[in-house]
């Protein structure tokens, strides 16, 4: 066995002896005899074990070359463009493929180009090389080198229309048929360049699960038409990841349409008797109770506001915090609702509560409660932020739902006299110290070590000081 053979055994690539051996012989021209053949078969099968990855999963853009098998999945049309300082113009072609661990979009260049649009077929195998950075999309391939592989097995699925089961990183040119769960409002932002630009979100779902979708600039409009419980198409969508789950984007060239087309939607709920805190789950149920919505002020002027429903299913019952302008959704008793992405927390007297913030979705699923069942989701993060450390009753309450006086927002503030022997029942809208309680129509400032929790209804008895309700009792 020669030395060259020696090497090529030892490395685990899917490249041939023959390609190996013509790698070899041109790497010791290229060392200009600095290198003899074991020397420069070492060299390749580094540079080949390098660039060789196991899936498309593993293509990231520092990688100076990647080499993959995969599947043609959709063929772009072709893109002429002027380079600077050449007469010929350039030419693209992009191309989707994929294997059974993502897709990756492929740019062939010039020649590659022409070669893409008269002989790649959907469905095809494809030997690729080439190298890899970040598009506007994801991670892109730019390819340098081609063969068809027609030895190889590639699982991969061609469809015109996605499940939600089967988008994965990378995809674009995505069509998918989705219920519609969710919606939120229109936000703007501002770009480095000093443009204005405008974002929006919606949930769908299908029989095989649920996701975001988010809308940019022209076509973030789209969700002020749209109504929960619509059946949706998302045309030319493509594939992000964000806080490690995936999403889909619709951008100027794709579009978002109402079909008439019936989809089936079941949510996979965590049973109430079974979660735990620091969980984030959906939860499915009737809702047995729903208080008034509160307001309350954060520490930069701006109002939050926020609304505690209860929610049961055939394992138990747990307080749900709608916050944002999820507060405004018209939800009641007996309704059933479907409750996605919610965070557990340690509530009221070690009962666990749970958190419905800006990522969460909030669907109705049969109302028995009089008008409209849209569900718009909430408007920013800063909604969730002021609400968690509310919610959890940690002592922030004061900072974050008041003016920092210990006077809630809103009502108006009850006065008795000194020395005045009261009990006051109402809703804990302030869990730090002081507690405060609204019961309607006014408020009371209550001294106590009592652990409450914002939402609870409880009762304080005690005596007047200094217009402050010193509790004796809480319960």
């Known amino acids: ?53 196991s899936g498309i999963a593993d293509i990231e853009p520092g990688m100076e070359e990647a080499k993959f098998v995969a599947k043609v999945i959709s063929i772009g049309e072709k893109r002429t463009f002027e380079r600077d300082g050449e007469d010929e113009d350039g030419q693209v072609v992009n191309v989707e493929v994929a294997d059974e661990t993502g897709s990756v979009r492929a740019a062939f260049w010039d020649d590659h180009a022409e070669a893409a649009i008269e002989e790649l077929e959907e ?3 494809l030997r690729i090389k080439g190298r890899p950075k970040e598009g506007f999309s994801g991670v892109e391939v730019s390819v340098d080198d081609v063969e068809p592989d027609d030895d190889t097995e590639v699982d991969v699925q061609l469809s015109d229309t996605y499940a939600i089961e089967d988008l994965s990183l990378g995809l674009s040119n995505v069509t998918l048929v989705g219920l519609l769960l969710d919606t939120d409002s229109v936000r703007t932002f501002d770009r480095d360049d000093g443009s204005e630009g405008k974002v929006s979100n919606l949930v769908l779902g299908d029989s095989t699960g649920r996701v975001r979708v988010t809308l940019w600039d022209e076509q973030a409009d789209l969700v002020t038409e749209l109504e929960a419980g619509e059946t949706v198409e998302v045309i030319d969508g493509y594939v992000k990841e964000r806080d490690g789950q995936l999403e889909l984007h619709v951008g100027n060239r794709g579009a978002v349409e109402e ?3 019936d989809v089936e939607y079941v949510p996979e709920s965590t049973p109430i008797e079974d979660l735990e805190i620091g969980q984030t789950v959906d939860i499915a149920g009737v809702v047995r109770s729903a208080d008034p919505k509160r307001t309350f002020d954060r520490d930069d002027g701006s109002e939050g506001q926020v609304r505690n429903i209860r929610v049961q299913d055939a394992t138990g019952d747990i307080r749900v915090a709608l916050w944002g302008e999820k507060a405004d959704l018209d ?46 989701d909430a408007a920013d993060s800063s909604d969730e ?52 309680l609204d019961d309607g129509e006014e408020t009371m400032s209550v001294a106590t070590d009592a652990d409450v929790g914002l939402g609870e209804e409880v009762t304080a008895r005690g005596v007047v000081r200094d217009g402050r309700l010193e509790a004796n009792d809480v319960f």
């Open 1 to 53: 066995m020669s030395d060259i053979e020696g090497v090529y055994e030892d490395l685990e690539a899917d490249v041939s002896l023959e390609e190996f051996r013509e790698a070899v012989e041109a790497k010791v021209e290229q060392m200009g005899g600095l290198a003899d053949e074991e020397t420069a078969a070492m060299l390749v099968a580094h540079e080949v074990g390098e660039s060789e990855v």
């Open 123 to 125: 469905g095809q195998v």
């Open 259 to 261: 079909i008439d087309e």
């Open 331 to 376: 939800v009641g008793p007996g309704d059933e609702v479907a409750l996605g992405d919610v965070e557990i927390q340690d509530g009221w007297q070690d009962d666990l509560e749970a958190s419905a913030g800006w990522q969460s979705t909030v669907t109705i699923l049969e109302s028995e409660s009089a008008g409209s069942s849209e569900s718009p």
């Open 385 to 436: 932020n002021a609400g968690l450390s509310a919610f959890a009753g940690d002592g922030t309450d004061e900072e974050t739902a008041t003016d920092g006086t210990g006077t809630d927002t809103g009502s108006t503030t009850t006065e008795p006299s000194d020395g005045e022997e009261l009990e006051f029942t109402g809703v804990v809208v302030q869990a730090g110290d002081p507690v405060v």
